[in-house]
């Protein structure tokens, strides 16, 4: 098998993927919970049966005067009121409107975000990814004694990345999936996770290299990821399976950080073999062409 | 390749670690009684706790997850100090005071494991202050976000001593004593709640009546020592943002900072009285930045549910091992086992926070520890196919492996590193949640590396040896 010959195919299937995610984050962006765009959230839980539109609750909020941004059921007789930002009296108040509408309720959770703290995640969140990136590049270059292994294994992170942000802005359109703190959390995991597979494979080339050093790039890395398939596919399915669990039957509070895992988790194996090596390749010929 | 009793020393020491990591991990208490010679005897053991007695030294301890915000639910405050008026050079020793202020009045309350933390951000000096168990936010933040300035001032021609007493006992909440104590003359001694390091309830020696006690640092005891001793008789006024909560008159002069206030307080009042004092003992004034209260019950559903989804998904891996990895599957199972019992374990002794991400990061290196045996098998059966003896291709697919699982396993480790953030670089993330989760995982992927190399290894030597390559494992 010569997965590799026509490596830029591969180029194409993963713009495929990726100018749908591109065309919706650059249209509608994605949709921010209050971890970055500030303002409060108020999780109750009541015992009236008020029907699914909830517009009771809605009712209740706008005749306080308070800034609604969205009613959301979270679950049987349970919602998520959003809304600008309100200070403890102002819930209170909230609490007592909605529970004359609609009866007694349990407060399930209350937060409330300032402005200053939500740009500050946004910016410590890129910190954070840039000096990924960086060591990324300079151990991978160490390593493999070769900076365009570096650049390639970080090219193919960023792909990864990429294709979660475009999933969850297409999520943020289609199903009203929030992105939150937890979000930023699964893109360093995917970062971690893309790597540590490409590593895997760029490994085989390595060894491959030092046994036969006459052989052309291409053969090498036909040869690499034909012989590491094996293992990133077992690999993925049980890391998979986990994350499917998790997704599937964990709580509700855990269930988006589960899909954009499951989501890295997915393209991140892809990515080792069909992006970050045909980048290799790439590299490879235009070098050879300079020369 | 190292010889068989090598091996054997090793997996001994494995074993023993093994089943002390599984005595902390896995809480078990069992009773058996039976009878004996007519009489009936107990015996029973319980794992989780420690507790014992070596020649006097008594060593007692019971292992317990520490749980996250969000999973035992309470309230997470994020405070700004207004460092303004502050001395930069100063600023970070006020932060510090400011924690411990506030640390002393939830401590007052009775709060189990609260944690308040500093946190600085550019510019911004915070205080990050967990409550678990709170979930009634008003009463949090009663607790942490009053800002309050605490000033004792002198009243310099005091009304009628009538008025004075009638004020003392009416106590703090009365609006009317700000209105009778307008014609005083009202001298700060620059004495504030700066100085002040505790207020607590205390009971009188001979009446048994309940009084407010008042400490000073040493810098306090000085002006107090000096305004008392100059001004017996006079009252010293205590005003809280402005209002006068207390009006003491100064009986004696009080030279060793420890001053009395008595009145005809109830055990109630009192305590209320030196918790505002202790309120008004806050530095800096402080601002609400963010609050996040989390009700106990969402949260214990998720958990129950996640570990519920944890234990099945491990289920299924170990399924998938063992179907596609036959014998060898059955060892890797095997070294997961000891995997997750020396996770838990460690969560316990070092007091890891367990957060839903936490948890996550938990699952996901389980999968990675998965890895590094899948990594080894595929070397072995390659090596296999190259027809190489069982012996050696074990050994060849161990050191091959190795190689690989040890770049990849190094990078998700520094990744961990940039989530934990273990030297506070402001630049980066200092949410307990991102970091619960970076810990988890660099725990796993350091442990997953050790029982994925160490333990199968070991284990597949000793295999080896006693089926003697005859079969084929």
Redesign the interface.
């Known amino acids: 098998m010569k997965l590799l010959n026509h490596y830029r195919v591969f180029f194409i299937v993963s713009l495929f993927f990726l100018l749908p995610g591109i065309y919706s984050l650059l249209k509608h962006g994605l949709l921010l919970g209050i971890d970055f765009t500030g303002g409060s959230l108020l999780e109750v839980k009541y015992e009236s049966n008020i029907g699914p539109d909830q517009l009771e609750l809605k009712q209740a909020v706008e005749e306080k005067n308070y800034s609604l941004v969205s009613i959301q059921s979270s679950g049987q007789n349970q919602a998520i009121i959003r809304t600008g930002h309100i200070d403890n009296q102002q819930k209170d108040e909230l609490i007592q409107a909605l529970e004359t509408k609609i009866g007694k309720l349990t407060v399930l959770r209350f937060e409330t975000v300032g402005p200053s703290l939500s740009k500050e995640l946004l910016e410590k969140t890129l910190v954070a990814t840039g000096l990924v990136a960086l060591i990324i590049t300079i151990y991978v270059w160490r390593q493999f004694k070769d900076l365009k292994f570096g650049v390639c294994a970080v090219f193919a992170m960023f792909h990864d990345s990429l294709i979660l942000l475009g999933s969850f802005s297409l999520l943020g359109v289609f199903f009203k999936i929030e992105v939150d703190v937890l979000f930023v959390t699964a893109i360093l995991t995917t970062l971690s996770f893309s790597i540590h597979d490409t590593i895997v494979v760029f490994d085989r080339i390595r060894e491959l290299r030092r046994q036969q050093p006459r052989l052309e790039m291409i053969k090498l890395a036909n040869i690499a990821v034909l012989e590491t398939l094996n293992r990133s596919v077992n690999n993925s399915v049980t890391i998979i399976l986990m994350l499917l669990a998790l997704f599937l039957l964990g709580g509700e509070s855990i269930r988006h950080f589960a899909l954009a895992l499951l989501i890295g988790a997915v393209t991140g194996t892809y990515s080792s073999p069909f992006v970050a090596v045909p980048l290799v390749l790439e590299w490879d010929r235009w070098k050879r062409k300079i020369k | 390749m190292p010889n068989i009793a090598q091996t054997k020393k090793r997996l001994f020491w494995l074993g023993l670690l093994f089943l002390l990591s599984a005595f902390i991990a896995f809480p078990v208490e069992k009773k058996f009684s039976f009878n004996l010679l007519g009489q009936t005897r107990e015996l029973g053991f319980k794992t989780g706790s420690l507790n014992l007695d070596i020649f006097g030294l008594k060593l007692s301890r019971d292992f317990q997850f520490k749980q996250g915000l ?1 999973i035992r639910g309470g309230t997470q405050v ?1 405070l700004e100090a207004d460092m303004s008026t502050v001395e930069e050079l100063d600023r970070p020793e006020a932060l510090a005071a400011a924690a411990a202020v506030i640390s002393r009045r939830v401590d007052f309350y009775g709060i189990a494991e609260p944690s308040v933390q500093t946190a600085r ?1 550019g510019e ?1 000096y915070r205080l990050i202050v967990e409550l678990p168990g709170v ?1 009634d ?2 009463q949090a ?1 009663d607790l942490v976000g009053q800002t309050a300035q605490l000033e004792f001032v002198l009243l310099k021609q005091p009304p009628a001593e009538q008025t004075v007493q009638e004020v003392t006992r009416q106590g703090p909440e009365d609006a009317s004593v700000s209105a009778e104590t307008q014609n005083v003359v009202l001298e700060p001694i620059g004495l504030g709640g700066k100085q002040l390091k505790r207020a607590n309830l205390a009971f009188d020696q001979q009446t048994g009546a309940p009084t407010v006690q008042l400490e000073f640092d040493a810098d306090g005891r000085k002006i107090f020592a000096d305004v008392t001793q100059k001004n017996t008789g006079e009252i010293l006024g205590i005003f809280l943002d402005g209002s006068p909560l207390m009006l003491p008159r100064i009986s004696t002069p009080i030279l060793d900072g420890l001053a009395v206030i008595t009145g005809q307080f109830s055990v109630e009042e009192a305590k209320k009285l030196s918790v505002q004092l202790n309120a008004g003992a806050l530095p800096v004034p402080i601002k ?8 106990a ?3 214990q ?6 570990i ?3 234990l ?3 289920g ?2 170990s399924l ?2 063992l179907v ?1 990895y036959g014998k060898k599957g059955l060892l890797a199972d095997f070294a997961l086992i000891v995997y997750a019992s020396l996770t838990l374990a460690l969560y316990k002794i070092i007091g890891v926070t367990m957060t ?2 936490g ?2 990061g938990l ?2 290196s ?3 520890a ?2 590094a045996n ?2 080894i098998f ?1 070397r072995i059966k ?1 090596e296999l196919r190259k027809d190489k003896p069982l012996v050696i291709a074990m050994e060849l697919g161990f050191g ?1 492996a190795w ?2 699982i040890k ?6 480790i ?3 590193l ?2 934990i953030n273990p030297a506070n670089f402001t ?3 200092t ?1 307990g ?2 970091r619960g ?1 970076g810990v988890t ?1 660099l725990i796993g992927v350091v442990l997953g590396l050790f029982t994925g190399v160490v333990v199968t290894r070991n284990l597949v030597r000793f295999l080896l040896h006693t089926h003697a390559n005859k079969e084929k494992l």
Do not use: C, H, Y
């Open positions: 969000d994020i951000f911004s979930d936010q008003t933040l609400v930045l963010e609050q996040r209260i989390i009700g019950s969402l949260g559903n998720s958990v129950e549910k996640s519920k989804a944890g099945i998904g491990l299924i891996v998938f091992m596609i839903l991400p948890i996550a699952i996901l389980i999968g990675m998965v890895d899948i990594l595929e390659e091959k190689d690989s770049d990849a396993n190094v990078a998700t520094l990744t961990a940039v989530l630049f980066l993330n949410s949640l991102v989760f995982l």
